[in-house]
């Protein structure tokens, strides 16, 4: 059964030369650099949300890692642990949009394994991805500097607030599309551009506001966010409004954070906004000369408070 | 929460230059050449065994697939799914044992990641290890000769049956213990001394029937094994013959197939008896010029019959 599975539904998804053999390990030639390599368990509730599912999340998710390094992704593993009796259709979708996210980015899925665990003693799918990727420019928060700019690519929350109402049957959700993008694509052309990035990340879990001040706090700089420059879409702010959501705490997963001198941040927003799924990226924020290493709101008023950690996790399971 | 959890139990434990930024991904220098990458989701039940625990099992278990790629473990990432209220404890007691195999070997834990589900959508602990080694030696299953030597670093059968003990009551349980071991020292050792090793593979899933059925069909050719010369401790053969299980199709955790000439075989085998938990190194078979990809067990009566692929999978989360 397991032989089966791996050789229909795996093998043949992913199919290349390295996983064709099916060894526990595959072996590939590596020029002299530097690699970045990261890892993440998705474990997202519902397995399929308006403009993604688990699988093209798991490819994303470990891309954008390597992209917030100036990583070129190269090489993933994926790791499944399926639920007895998820139907094997569903297997096959999530499947089939992970092949088709790697291939669109030219990553190759090297190695895999599967579990099945008993009904019940996991929720339908757990899937793991791990990449290597090299690394195009060495980046590092202590590279920021006192009145470099914080751009964004886009609008914020997407993410979170579609897989939240995709849980519900809330009216309009699928005006709520996920954001979940692989984002390589636009580190690739900023730094071909030469655009001097000093730091990226992507506001994953926590959103903004975890980005920013695990940012603040490991440049040791604070940093201000100007609201009323951060894009969210009426669709998103509604829906948090209507939920008591700060769309800043909310998880993306198609949006990075760039740190850059004011020079090359308005070079980097024309370039960004020239990309069609950028047409809204923002310059969002300074950094502060202050290393006190907080994050600030001017909001919109024209008032200013602190933009602190999200205490608890609003929303669990949403990668 | 979550913050706090990989600061207090998972950097301090697996402290390294790389972790200790916490970045969501670590950049290491590479060297020109050959690596393998191999990953492994454990979901073993129950998370403690005599011998062992899903942490020290999910260091090796990646560790021996590199290993028997003639890879050296060089950086691993270790990724949790964790049930809402898994003791703090029996996490931290977890990812000490990882933390110490890890140091054993040299291999450095650089990236992770930890989600939290709630209560029944998993099992208590999940882990992922992904892992990076760089390759000594090319070894193929195309590389094995009619003639060669099949050879076993001591029992079968201990990590399999130690787990399913575990899970009951049965008495004497405690001298049932997994060989949980990184096999890597073994397979340096070998190269070393210039062991012509052709091909290896660690029999985990299914036991020696499992890895000897594929290792026939991807070289093409059959082997034959010699039931009386497969090494099995007293109380491992009592237990599976009280529940009728197959020795040969039961998981092990610490043991490599090794596949090379006689005299290499020969000369490995002392090599191998010179180290303490080897002593019961044996060599248990040939590689027959037949090419029908078919694997022969010569039973102690005298006589011979085909040991198949295991059908069902006899002892499910047993890694």
Redesign the interface.
Known sequence: ???RLIREVFASAFDNVYLR?L?????????????????????V?PIFFPGGDIGKLAVCGTVN??A??A?EPR?L?????IEEGLPFDVLESVVSSMAQEARQQRVLI????T????R????KL?I?T?G??L?HK?LEASMIRPGDKILINGPVAQHGVSVLAARQEFEGRESLKSDCKSLWPIVKLLLQEHVDVRFM??PT?GGVSAAANEIAQ?SGFSLVLAEQDIPVTASCKSFCEILGLEPLDIANEGKMLFFMGEKDAYRALRILKSVPSCRRASVIGDVLPERTGKVYLRTAAGGSRILG?PV??AL??IC
């Open positions: 059964m397991t032989q053999k060894d526990d390990a595959s072996v590939v030639g590596l020029r002299k650099g530097r690699y970045a390599m990261t890892t993440d368990s998705f474990v509730d890692d390597l917030s390094c990583a090489y593993s994926a790791s499944f642990v090297i190695t895999g394994d579990k099945v665990v008993p019940g003693k996991a929720d757990f793991n791990t290597i990727g690394v060495t990340r992507d879990r490991s950690m608890a996790e669990p399971r």
